[in-house]
């Protein structure tokens, strides 16, 4: 098998409709991306999977929505306005901008050649900011979030008060957050837009230990739910010089992406930090009254932090196999897991005549109702397999002449490229059935 290279994974996404570089047509925007018709399916589903893991199988989560803009004194209480910023030199010669700690700076300029044009290293803060309302002075000023979380930590006293959850809870949610990151790269995994899936899990101080253990498994295991290879999943544990000053631990779920291992996810105990800084800040007790313990304390928080855009490239990335067929020829094939595929079903007439298509249309219309499906008539049936095969879509089914007579259909697996002959009305169970045992063969 051919080395999966992100040249590849960046190829077949613009090819089959899974991402495009954002406003191409007039040059493309550094850093911003578009999911197109399969791609947004893919993330969709990822996030649906997530939802689910994390708000219908663990009981005691809610969900939240917050806004992206927020009051501009949530940033100061976060430590973002004072230190979310990465040094900086630019080129006086050519004008570029490095992350001192991406370059030598003693070196030439690496766009230019020009030597000892580098300006001092100065903090260049991540955030984007913008202004709201008619003035735009510096009481106007707001930012675009660049992380989920503060939107959980201010709405905490309002959720303890709304809904009947008890420490410990969690809250969920996802959303999109921005970073000015000055070198964006490897595709979607470091972009300036990006999309994350967060669960702040707020438990009594002594008790962090433990959920922080418990978290790690669970978000550790959810992985193998949407079908990814365990041999490409690690955890990195922070050393101190890249621990949160107010972290008492934090661990990264890492996947070994075509470029290398890359942070995927982070399980970081947070302390009382947060709801402490915000108390600060607003002058507005964030305590909890523990009922159980009659306790007043600030609870510990216990995060986990996914970003949903690197999921996808991850999906895409494990999925992905040139593979050598015993006929000598090669095919793509994604093999994401039946919960992430964006299409589960296709459903091919064999040939166009003699009603063939329009049972097929019909069989097609029927189960959409059940799964995501695609019809395709045209083309040789072999190479509509390969068209299916290269966007990870798990089944096919074909309606031939025989399907006229007795209402059977032959069903074609993906992985395994097995055929087997089904009755018509078998389909939805057999599909559901397969999708429950599904287990990649790894090579
Ligand atoms: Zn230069």
Request: proline fraction near 4%.
């Amino acid at each position: 098998m051919a080395d999966v290279t992100l040249e590849k994974i960046v190829s077949l996404s613009k090819r089959r409709g899974f991402i495009f570089q954002s406003s191409e047509i007039y040059g493309g925007l550094n850093g911003a991306y578009d999911y197109g018709p399969l791609g947004v399916r893919l993330k969709n589903n990822i996030r649906d999977m997530w939802w689910k893991e994390m708000t219908q199988i663990h009981e005691d989560i809610v969900g939240l929505d917050a806004s992206i803009l927020m009051h501009p004194r949530v940033w100061e209480a976060s430590g973002h306005v004072a230190n979310f910023s990465d040094p900086m030199v630019d080129c006086k010669s050519c004008k570029s901008r490095f992350r001192t700690d991406q370059i030598d700076i003693e070196a030439p300029c690496p766009v230019c050649g020009n030597k000892n044009t580098f300006t001092e290293p100065r903090n260049f803060n991540l955030m984007f900011s913008t202004h709201i309302g008619a003035a735009s002075d510096a009481s106007s000023l707001i930012y675009l979030r660049p992380e989920t979380a503060q939107g959980i930590y201010t709405e905490f006293k309002n959720v303890v008060a709304s809904s009947r959850v008890k420490v410990p809870f969690g809250i969920a949610q996802v959303g999109k957050a921005f970073r000015n990151e000055i070198t964006t790269k490897h595709f979607i995994f470091r972009s300036v837009e990006f999309e994350q899936m967060e669960m702040q899990w707020f438990c009594a101080p002594g008790t962090d230990e433990e959920w922080f253990d418990y978290w790690k498994a669970q978000r550790f295991a959810f992985y193998e739910k949407i079908g990814i290879r365990k041999s490409h999943l690690r955890w990195h544990q922070h050393g101190s010089d890249e621990l949160a000053f107010y972290a008492k631990d934090a661990y990264d779920i890492q996947y070994l992406f075509p470029m290398g291992w890359q942070e995927l996810e982070g399980v970081h105990n947070r302390t009382d930090y947060d709801l402490k800084q915000h108390q600060e800040f607003s002058g507005k007790d964030q305590t909890y009254l523990d009922p159980v313990s009659n306790e007043r304390y600030l609870p510990y928080v216990v995060e986990t932090s996914a970003g949903l855009t690197r999921n996808v490239l991850m999906a895409l990335s494990d999925a992905y196999e040139e593979e050598l067929l015993d006929d000598g020829e090669t095919r793509t094939v994604l093999h994401f897991h039946p919960n992430i595929a964006p299409i589960m079903v296709a459903v091919l007439p064999l040939v166009k005549k003699d009603g063939i298509a329009e049972a097929a249309k019909e069989l097609e219309t029927s189960l959409r109702e059940e799964f995501t499906t695609f019809f395709d008539v045209s083309g040789a049936i072999g190479r509509r397999y390969r068209r299916m095969d290269e966007i990870g879509t798990p089944y096919c089914i074909t309606v031939d002449y025989q399907s006229l007579e007795d209402k059977s259909v032959t069903l074609r697996y993906r992985d395994s490229m097995e055929q087997v002959r089904i009755k018509m009305d078998e389909i939805v169970s057999v599909i559901k059935e397969a999708n429950k045992n599904y287990k990649r063969v790894e090579k």
